[in-house]
């Protein structure tokens, strides 16, 4: 139940397509759900993070959709950049500052 | 550089050797993390603190490792008589503690151990 299910283990998009990534969990408790951006030799960088009462969030060229029945959420990144291609990481947690649950990630390439 | 800083940035150690890793939280937050990742995996929780007491240990922390964060500001994680497995990056974070503050992490510490 402290899972953090996340696909596809890979994706491959041409520059300015939209890449999706999706995740899935079970504990209900969970409440606040953030993508973290993590390059090769580097810590995890926050991207964006959502709470349950929203459906939408947007930041920039990132957008999180939620849906709380079906225990989902995912990432679209808009106007994809080949700057973009790196490990992307779903995670859930009870309050942003208690331990986080992380999917097992996404590598991402964006083609020129 | 106001982020948090992780130190040595690599180590390379023999099996059974003992290693310590520092980190050093952004100077304002209360929380700090302790997260270890293996290649192609998400980060794994291992620990955190509140100021100085540590909160919570995940049962992977076995008893060779510890963490200590003696005067609320920076940490140290020992693990003793490392063996192969614990190869990994391990990851530091820390947070504000008011609800809706993220964990913002360091560099990491990639440990090998031959």
């Known amino acids: 139940q402290q899972q953090v299910k996340q696909s596809p283990q890979s994706l491959i998009v041409q520059k300015g397509g939209i890449p999706i990534i999706n995740c899935a969990y079970e504990?209900?408790?969970?409440?606040?759900f953030p993508w973290y951006q993590q390059f090769p030799g580097k810590g995890p960088a926050l991207l964006i993070a959502?709470?349950?009462d929203v459906s939408e969030k947007k930041e920039g060229r990132f957008t999180i959709s939620f849906n709380k029945s079906a225990k989902q959420f995912s990432l679209h990144i808009m106007d994809s950049q080949p700057g973009d291609s790196a490990t992307y990481f779903c995670a859930a947690t009870v309050d942003s500052n208690y331990q986080l649950i992380w999917g097992a990630g996404t590598k991402l390439i964006i083609k020129p | 550089d106001t982020g948090v800083s992780q130190n040595p940035r690599h180590k390379i150690t023999k099996r059974g050797q003992n290693v310590t890793f520092r980190c050093d939280p952004i100077s304002e937050h209360n929380r700090l993390y302790w997260y270890r990742q293996t290649l192609g995996q998400g980060p794994e929780f291992l620990t955190y603190?509140?100021?100085?007491?540590?909160?919570?240990k995940s049962r992977l922390l076995s008893d060779r490792f510890s963490a200590e964060r003696p005067k609320g500001s920076f940490s140290t994680l020992e693990i003793q008589r490392t063996e192969q497995g614990d190869s990994a990056m391990y990851l530091c974070?820390?947070?504000?503690?008011?609800?809706?503050?993220?964990?913002?992490f360091g560099p990491g510490t990639r440990l090998t151990v031959l």
């Open positions: 603190f509140q100021n100085e007491a540590q909160l919570e």
């Open positions: 504990n209900t408790a969970f409440d606040y």
């Open positions: 974070a820390s947070s504000l503690v008011w609800a809706g503050d993220p964990q913002f």
């Open positions: 959502i709470r349950p």
